[in-house]
């Protein structure tokens, strides 16, 4: 059987790395480039699988940012048409005689509208 040579240091003592690789050579034996391939296919299934949920992360985060538009303005549309309510039903109570029940009332219906 032919003997291995060790790559030596400037001290003729055997390289660490030299060490190390003997090391897993015993404890591994063949089945190390087998377990390498294992590792490197399981990172790259792994850094696939970051990629497809950071692209749905932000699928979901684009979706929800136009919802939140869509209710923003809806919700502007819905006080802009209260205050234009709330302004004629006022008008019309000025024409006639401001009664403060009336008026009254019509503040907290709209405050109510507005809380909910």
């Not at 205050?83 to 029940?101: C, T």
């Amino acid at each position: 059987m032919a003997k291995k040579t060790t790559p030596k240091d400037n001290t003729g003592n055997i390289d660490s790395s030299s060490k190390i690789e003997a090391i897993k050579n015993l404890i591994f034996g063949e089945n190390i480039e087998q377990y390498d391939s294992e590792f490197t296919t399981l990172k790259k299934d792994l850094e696939k699988k970051k990629k497809d949920l950071q692209a749905y992360i932000d699928e979901v985060r684009e979706e929800l940012m136009q919802s939140i538009d869509s209710l923003s303005t809806d919700v502007n549309i819905r006080i802009t048409d209260l205050e234009d309510s709330f302004n004629a039903r006022a008008e019309a109570l000025s024409e006639e005689k401001v009664d403060r029940k009336e008026l009254g009332k019509l503040l907290i219906s709209l405050g109510e509208k507005i809380s909910s």
